[in-house]
Nanobody
Framework: QLQLVESGGGLVQAGGSLRLSCAAS????????MGWYRQAPGNQRELVAI???????NYANSVKGRFTISRDNAKNTVYLQMNSLKPEDTTVYYC???????????????WGQGTQVTVSS
């Protein structure tokens, strides 16, 4: 059973930092793009940051200069370092990865269960 397990969410004061982690496990042949998204109640899920298999990154304008995405390919893990957090960053964060399973011919999108980030003012 292929799955993404997230960790690292929680409560922090404005200006503080959190680090999210997301580990993929299962019968993995390769992982292409990995990323973080967030979704507030009643809103569409939005991109926060993505990273390609060779380390190229892209960020939402709202988090540029504050958040850093990285990955450890040996551990099938993606990270999101969040600094200078603001109350408007409060929401549920989801990791995403395009994974090709062993024996598979193409990659499919998988999602984590979500982790709550709350920033108090």
């Amino acid at each position: 059973q292929l799955q993404l397990v997230e960790s690292g969410g929680g409560l922090v004061q404005a200006g503080g930092s959190l680090r999210l982690s997301c580990a993929a496990s299962g019968s993995i042949s390769s992982i292409n793009e990995m990323g973080w998204y967030r979704q507030a109640p009643g809103n569409q899920r939005e991109l926060v940051a993505i990273i390609s298999s060779d380390g190229r990154t892209n960020y939402a304008n709202s988090v540029k200069g504050r958040f850093t995405i990285s990955r450890d390919n040996a551990k099938n893990t993606v990270y999101l370092q969040m600094n200078s957090l603001k109350p408007e960053d409060t929401t549920v964060y989801y990791c995403n990865a395009y994974i090709r399973q062993i024996g598979g011919s193409y990659a499919s999108a998988y999602w984590g269960q979500g982790t709550q980030v709350t920033v108090s003012s």
